[in-house]
């Protein structure tokens, strides 16, 4: 039914602020955080971390791979890295730096 009105695609509701959180990227979130390895850094998302996402723990500038680790695990450090996308749209979480 959407096709066949010719206007509607012309007619696009967007509310205060949502536009700024359309174009955004991870790059610009608080939660996008190197993380330091032994042999090489890669950027990593702490909003997979209760910890951080709730504000109980400030979020680093950057973080050790070890001190990762050891908050959550080796499995939750690969989900936080692979969550990352530094060119496309942040998702849900995202969160301007300050
Ligand atoms: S995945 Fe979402 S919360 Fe994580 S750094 Fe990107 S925009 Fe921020």
């Known amino acids: 039914m959407r096709g066949a009105n010719a206007l509607y695609e012309g007619h696009r509701l967007m509310l205060p602020g949502l536009k700024d959180r359309a174009t955004a990227t991870c790059r610009g979130c608080r939660y996008y955080v190197l993380i330091l390895g032994r042999e090489e850094n890669k950027p990593a998302c702490l909003a997979t971390l209760d910890l951080y ?32 996308r530094p060119e496309r749209q942040a998702c849900g979480f995202y969160c301007p730096r300050e």
């Open 53 to 84: 996402l709730t504000g109980e723990r400030r979020v680093p500038g950057e973080l050790q791979a070890r001190d990762f680790i050891w908050l959550a695990g080796k499995e939750a450090l690969v989900k936080a890295v692979e969550k990352v």
